[in-house]
């Protein structure tokens, strides 16, 4: 067999070797046995404990600076969660003359909050933009109910309600991913009473077919000058 070329070198050289006793099969049965129920209990144990190494040490190190840095926000929050709070009792309301100054504030709240230290978390990052983005320009909206925009009053002030839901989703959606609720609203000023604080009359227009000036409720007189808000007995 030494002279035969490799290519017939296969199967049936195995045929003349003479057969194994019943001792040896068996014991070359019995150490295959020991072999593979070793390998399966080495590979058991090894799994095990990288499974319970690694993921508590993980989560634990991601939420501690995740929370410290939401932490960290809760003044602006909170001071954000107000100024909505008061703008959706202003709007209710139809007070256009403590909404509109309310709305130049919560303009500049969603600035400075987009100008915060970033957070340590992509999407808690992102989540908290987006909502602080949303107040910004419901806040933007608002300015249009003043300033003459030829947009109905109604549609203009959807717009704002729409926008300020969008913030509050994204900021709810924040606070579960962090663990920690939502800020609280403070106390919200009282809204006027007495009518002459409308918020509808950015698209109002005089009698000669120009555009009436707006006062600073967003409503206009029939020529064009601002109204006279002032309580009459």
Same mark, same amino acid.
């Given at each position: ?5 490799? &290519?017939l070198?296969?199967?049936? &050289?195995? @045929? ?18 020991? !072999?593979?129920? $070793?390998?399966? !209990?080495?590979?058991?144990? /090894? ?5 319970t ?9 991601? =939420?501690?600076?995740?929370?410290? &840095?939401?932490?960290?926000?809760? /003044?602006?929050?909170?001071? @954000?969660?107000?100024s ?19 709305? @130049?504030?919560?303009?500049?709240? $969603? ?7 970033? /957070?340590?978390?992509?999407?808690? =990052?992102?989540? *908290?933009?987006?909502g ?13 109910? *003043?300033?003459?925009?030829? @947009? ?18 994204? &900021?709810?959606?924040?606070a ?8 609280h ?15 509808? $009359? ?6 000669t ?5 707006t006062?600073?409720?967003? $409503? ?14």
């Amino acid at each position: 067999m030494a002279g035969r070329p490799a &290519w017939l070198r296969g199967e049936s &050289w195995r @045929i003349a070797e003479p057969p194994l006793t019943p001792a040896a099969t068996g014991a070359a049965v019995l150490g295959a046995v020991v !072999l593979v129920v $070793g390998c399966v !209990l080495t590979a058991g144990s /090894g799994f095990d404990e990288g499974s319970t190494a690694t993921t508590p040490v993980g989560v634990e190190v991601d =939420q501690g600076p995740l929370v410290s &840095w939401y932490t960290s926000t809760q /003044g602006m929050r909170g001071s @954000i969660a107000t100024s909505v709070a008061s703008a959706r009792a202003f709007l209710d309301a139809q007070d256009g003359a403590s909404l509109r100054p309310l709305c @130049i504030q919560l303009a500049a709240e $969603g600035q400075q909050a987009g100008g915060l230290t970033p /957070g340590p978390d992509q999407e808690a =990052q992102r989540l *908290f933009t987006s909502g602080a983005g949303h107040y910004e320009a419901a806040a933007r909206t608002c300015a249009q109910l *003043f300033d003459g925009t030829q @947009i109905p009053a109604a549609q203009l002030q959807a717009q704002v309600r729409a926008a300020l839901a969008d913030g509050d989703r994204d &900021w709810d959606a924040l606070a579960t991913r962090v663990g920690l609720p939502m800020a609280h609203a403070g106390p919200t000023p009282p809204a006027a009473t007495d009518g002459s604080g409308g918020t509808g $009359g950015s698209a109002a227009t005089d009698g000669t077919g120009g555009t009436g000036d707006t006062d600073a409720t967003g $409503g206009t007189d029939g020529s064009g000058d601002p109204e006279d808000t002032s309580a009459s007995g």
